[in-house]
């Protein structure tokens, strides 16, 4: 068969399929942009078409127009194309026309080749036909597949290797060619070498999750798949070896789990409730202060919805507020309202609520922070109550004190001292009710500062931004204290023992300015 005008076309996508498709032992094309610019022999003898005819040739021309399942050629081809180009491969079952007009009926699969363009290469087997089905052309396939492939001999040293292994790992064949790859670890040694014994006495398909070493020494987690070939004879050969990169897959892993970590840890410990809902405002996590709150034990409170917990009176509004949040997305930074606790105390709690969303961004609960003001409900409620007694009993005077100018004017002076200072007491507590929130600092096993709230900032005088990886003894407490700190968290990571931390306890502080205070 003439090739020139085929090696014209192939140099449109890429020099070496030239090679690949002609040495192919079966029927195999190759298209690109939809046009067929390669083919072998077997391609030219099925179809019926000479060389210079099937140059170009878009591909719909040589698909019938109905395919088997009732889609129409172009769909067909579509959807094939684009499971190629997800999958990296897909398999079909196409009715192609032929030169002579002739349907034949083919079945095969279709392979997106790696080689900088989007090119893919098609091997077909004709249904219900005399000729024998053929297997994809190996080299196309082993050049195509983007994981890391290696094949060793029986005596472990390198026969081939695919692309994907030297854009991985580094090596070139001509580097490792007859020789013995020195990628595993010594840590990964042992388990290597049990893997291998495995797929000596038999393990088809032998699978391992460890480590391999790159050319420049990177340590990457790989996914290990292997598998022996036979020899024409059936005699072992050799193995194939699959390794995929998973390196990024986990350290992703581990930094989610480190921020899960952390993050529960931090429900836990804080002071505040902390709460999550589902979309009917029933309950379906609590930290540890959100069940002192409400008085449940998590067990009982998993599950609960507002209405167990407040009056009925109180519903409509409640559920207006949820309602709210839901349609429009919008957080509320603050709601009060009272609950009843299991023992039928009655509480006031102020909530912080936000709308909860799955990964597809479709609202799914909500969650906020819960805060027991009942104490500064009861303060503010005294007040008013004192306010309004005072106001009494200064009406009263006022009608007695009217029979005397003097006594009046003592009595005016008298009240207004008390009005300044009760003014002056309710400044007061309202300053203590709004800035009630403690300072939280968190540090490493270095004892490197890592967080710095405000009220922080405010307590030792530092900005969050002058702190944040210093050392935690130098900054918040007296010189003459650090080496005892020091001693403690060293012994604490080393037996999990200590006596402040994990413990509630009064302490001596140390302002910016060398001050200091409990």
Not at 215 to 220: A, H, N, S, V
């Amino acid at each position: 068969h003439t090739r020139y005008i085929s090696v014209t076309g192939v140099q449109t996508c890429a020099l070496p399929i030239y090679h690949i498709v002609e040495s192919a032992h079966g029927p195999v094309l190759v298209i690109k942009d939809k046009q067929a610019v390669d083919w072998n022999a077997g391609a030219l003898e099925l179809l019926g078409y000479a060389a210079e005819e099937l140059m170009d040739k878009a591909w719909l021309e040589l698909m019938a127009a109905e395919q088997p399942d009732g889609r129409s050629a172009k769909t067909a081809l579509q959807k094939t194309l684009e499971s190629a180009r997800q999958q990296g491969q897909a398999t079909f079952n196409w009715v192609l026309q032929c030169a002579d007009g002739s349907a034949c009926p083919t079945t095969g699969s279709i392979f997106l080749l790696d080689i900088g363009d989007e090119c893919f290469q098609i091997s077909l087997s004709v249904v219900a036909a005399d000729l024998p089905v053929t297997q994809t052309d190996f080299r196309l396939l082993f050049a195509a597949i983007p994981d890391a492939i290696v094949i060793f001999d029986l005596d472990g040293n390198v026969t081939q290797l695919n692309p994907a292994f030297e854009h991985t790992f580094g090596w070139t064949l001509d580097e490792l060619l007859g020789k013995r790859v020195d990628f595993v670890p010594d840590e990964s040694r042992q388990e290597t070498m049990a893997a291998v014994s495995r797929l000596l006495k038999g393990d088809k398909n032998m699978q391992l999750i460890t480590k391999r070493l790159t050319k420049d020494g990177r340590k990457l987690n790989v996914n290990i798949t292997a598998t022996l070939f036979n020899d024409a004879e059936g005699n072992p050969a050799g193995s194939i070896v699959l390794l995929r990169d998973e390196t990024e897959f986990v350290r992703t892993q581990v930094a989610l789990e480190i921020s899960e970590a952390q993050r529960h840890e931090l429900l836990e410990n804080i002071e505040d409730g902390y709460f999550e809902l589902d979309h009917k405002g029933r309950i379906v996590y609590a930290n540890p202060a959100l069940t002192r709150i409400f008085g449940y034990p998590l067990s009982e409170l998993t599950g609960m919805d507002y209405r167990s917990y407040v009056d009925e009176e109180s519903v409509p509004e409640i559920f207006s507020v949820f309602n709210k949040i839901y349609a429009t997305g919008e957080a509320v930074p603050s709601y009060e309202y009272q609950i009843y606790t299991k023992d039928g105390d009655k509480r006031t709690v102020q909530l912080s609520i936000s709308l909860s969303h799955d990964e597809n961004g479709e609202p799914i609960g909500f969650h906020g922070i819960a805060r027991d003001i009942t104490k500064r409900f009861q303060i503010e409620e005294k007040l008013r109550q004192s306010q309004t007694e005072l106001e009494k009993r200064v009406e009263e005077r006022t009608s007695k004190l009217a029979k005397a100018n003097i006594q009046l004017q003592e009595e005016i002076a008298e009240r207004e001292q008390t009005e300044i200072a009760l003014r002056k007491s309710e400044i007061q507590v309202r300053q203590v009710i709004d800035n009630v929130l403690d300072a939280v600092i968190s540090m490493d096993a270095d004892s490197r500062i890592l967080e710095w709230n405000q009220q922080a900032e405010a307590s030792w005088g530092w900005s969050r931004e002058e702190v944040i990886g210093q050392d935690l003894s130098e900054i918040i407490m007296p010189e003459r204290f650090g080496q005892a700190h020091r001693a403690g968290l060293k012994r604490f990571l080393e037996t999990d023992e200590g006596t402040i931390l994990n413990n509630r306890i009064e302490v001596i502080g140390q302002h910016r300015d060398g001050h200091e205070f409990p």
